[in-house]
Structure formats: structure tokens, C-alpha cells
């Protein structure tokens, strides 16, 4: 693991101690031995299957039985666990004037995790990644007795997983295409991850979102109000995968299995929030403050960009018209609070006593 961070002045860029930039770096590399455990056949097993069976049984490897009368027998396999990732960010800020600044800032990082599958002993490993980055610029603002801050960002966390299965010919026993088996297991059925098909998966997640913020002094008055607009996307593809299910007496004698399948899916989920706020910060004596504000947000139901997403109705067990919301959602997400500080004289403005309460309204129909 090492890395490095330079800042400092940009000399000659709007003047003399107008422009700066920090920039950092870090990688970590990390090797392991990991271990998996498993139900394996015996060479007793070995001698009874049925010749159709044989090439199931050929990735697995055969064990010695404590007593010549067992037929499975658990087996550990071990193999190697590499994660290798980095991070990285750099940042720019500028003093235009005395009263306006803006600043830009950009974050990457990337994991990558190759590691034996410790859910079964068959030679396969999984294949994860993930590269979240994250772009931001502000504009810090005086104007006049106003002061306005202005933030415009994007994240993005695009991560993968992928297994890979030394069970390739299994596709030619499934008429429909792309069909794989994900993984076998004595007596089991294929996993990955925690559901029960599927041979890979691909999620890249995005959000656009615009927040501006404006504060105003008067008196004992301190005044802010601010608003935010985001837009969340999630593209999604997850490749499907068969799973087969063997009773033990069934798959001895090659008496057939259960087949489920699942097929590929590819789409792309959305959100938008729409939220501000107003609060008050009420400096009534000099050691009380009271703080009353509002806040409010609105989350749009998630649907689909392709219009292919449908919704069930369980009460009539049917499909609703395409394009119909999943939920009503509410458009009353009011948020009220209050808060009181105090600095007691007689503690000589060293101990401060906070109360704050909040309400948050609103709810969603199905």
C-alpha cells in the first residue's frame, strides 16, 4: 500500500495567490490463501454412475472414503484471493475576486477482486469490480448583503460480478440460448451471489444533481434558504443462467433433473428528488438562539426509461396498463423542526445546552 498529496499555488493564473490545487493518490494490492469445503464422490460413486452422468461428476475431485461403504465424502480446495484498487482525487480552487470563488473537484477510484469461490469446490472463481467517480464544481458568491453558494455534482458507481464455470457444455442440453449452468454442487443447486441463478451481473448507477443555498444576515436574524433538484439513474443488466437439481438416488442412475431457467435482463430504473428548505436562526439574547425551519422533499415514483417495466395488481391478479406508477408518491414530505441553544452565564459561556425536534410527514400509496 503506498501513495502520495501535492498541493500548493498555481503561479501565474489570476495572480498572485489567486489559484491552488491539491491532488492525492493511494493504492492497495492484497494477496490471500482462501479455502473453500465441499461434498466430492468417491471412487465407490464413482463406479455405479451412469456413463450420461460421468461428465458432471469429471470436475470434481475424487476422494478416498473413510469406510468403502460411503459414496460422498467432503473435500477442501484452496486457491489464491487477489484485490488490487486505487483512489485518487485532485481538486482546483480559484479566488476570482474578493467576493467570488469557484472550485472543482474530481474523485476516482477502482477495485477489482479475483477470488476463488469458497461455495463449491469445482475449479471457479468470481470476477467483482467496481469504479465509483464523483465530479463537483462550486461557486461561492457575495452579493451585496447575500451570500449564495452554488454546487453542481455528478456520481456515478458502476460495479460488475462475474463467475466463471468450467460448465460450458452444459448449454447444449437447453434449447434456448446462452443457457449456462452457474455452478453445480453434490446434492444443490447454482448460486450466485445470494439468489439462485444468474451468470453475471452489471449495475451502473448514476446521479445528477443541483444544489444552491442563499444566507442572509439582519439584525439578530440569520436567514438561509436552499433548494435541490437530483436525478438518479440505474442501468442494469444481469446475464440469466439454468440451475439443476438432482435428487441423489436420481442423479446416480441418470433419471433426470428439475431445470429452472431465468433469461437475461437488461434495464434501466429512475428517480427524481425535487426538495428546498427555509430556516431561521434567531439570536433572541446573548446566550439563546432559537432555530425554526421547514424542509421539504419530493421523491418521484421508480420506474423504468424503456416503458418495459409492468406492475401486478395482487388484488385483481393482473397486469395494469403499461406506463402505470408502481406507488402514489407523496407530495406532502413537509419536514418542520425547531431548535434552542443556550449558554448559561452563570457556567461563563463554556457549557452550551442544545434541544432540537423534528417531524417528518408523508407517506406513499400503493
Not at 493504492?27 to 461428465?55: C, D, I, K, W, Y
Request: aromatic letters at 10%; glycine letters at 10%; hydrophobic letters at 40%.
Amino acid at each position: 500500500q503506498y501513495g502520495a498529496t501535492a498541493g500548493g499555488p498555481i503561479p501565474h493564473l489570476l495572480g498572485k495567490d489567486r489559484a491552488f490545487f491539491f491532488g492525492a493518490f493511494e493504492r492497495l494490492g492484497e494477496s490471500s490463501q482462501v479455502s473453500g469445503e465441499g461434498p466430492v464422490p468417491t471412487a465407490v460413486l464413482m463406479s455405479v454412475m451412469n456413463p450420461a452422468t460421468a461428465p458432471i461428476l469429471a470436475t470434481l475431485p475424487v476422494m478416498a472414503p473413510p469406510t468403502l461403504s460411503t459414496l460422498i465424502v467432503l473435500a477442501d480446495r484452496s486457491g489464491m484471493s487477489r484485490l488490487a484498487e486505487w483512489n485518487g482525487s485532485g481538486r482546483l480552487d480559484f479566488n476570482l475576486s474578493d467576493r467570488h470563488k469557484l472550485a472543482l473537484r474530481y474523485v476516482k477510484a477502482k477495485q477489482g477482486l479475483d477470488t476463488l469461490d469458497q461455495t463449491t469446490v469445482t475449479p471457479r472463481y468470481m470476477l467483482a469490480h467496481a469504479a465509483p467517480d464523483n465530479a463537483m464544481a462550486s461557486w461561492n458568491g457575495i452579493l451585496g448583503s447575500v451570500f449564495n453558494e452554488l454546487k453542481l455534482g455528478l456520481n456515478r458507481a458502476p460495479t460488475g460480478l462475474t463467475y466463471t464455470t468450467p460448465f460450458d457444455w452444459m448449454s447444449n442440453f437447453v434449447a434456448l440460448p446462452g443457457a449456462q449452468l452457474s455452478t453445480w454442487a453434490f446434492g444443490g443447486v447454482g448460486k450466485q451471489a445470494g439468489g439462485d441463478y444468474g451468470r453475471s451481473s452489471d449495475y451502473r448507477s448514476r446521479s445528477y444533481s443541483a444544489i444552491d443555498t442563499v444566507s442572509w444576515s439582519h439584525g439578530r436574524h440569520n436567514i438561509k434558504a436552499g433548494m435541490e433538484i437530483r436525478a438518479l439513474r440505474v442501468p442494469l443488466t444481469t446475464l440469466g443462467g439454468t440451475v439443476y437439481s438432482f435428487s441423489s438416488q436420481g442423479f446416480i442412475a441418470d433419471l433426470g433433473a428439475t431445470v429452472s431457467f431465468i433469461g437475461d435482463l437488461h434495464a434501466e430504473a429512475q428517480q427524481n428528488l425535487y426538495g428546498g428548505f427555509v430556516q431561521d436562526e434567531w439570536r433572541v439574547r446573548k446566550d439563546l438562539s432559537i432555530s425554526v425551519g421547514m424542509r421539504y422533499e419530493f421523491y418521484t415514483a421508480v420506474t423504468g426509461t424503456d416503458g418495459q417495466a409492468r406492475v401486478f395488481d395482487m388484488n385483481r391478479l393482473n397486469f395494469l396498463p403499461s406506463g402505470s406508477s408502481p406507488y402514489q408518491p407523496s407530495s406532502m414530505g413537509l419536514a418542520p423542526r425547531l431548535g434552542v441553544a443556550w449558554a448559561p452565564q452563570a457556567m461563563h459561556s463554556k457549557t452550551i445546552l442544545r434541544l432540537g425536534a423534528a417531524v417528518q410527514i408523508g407517506r406513499a400509496h400503493v
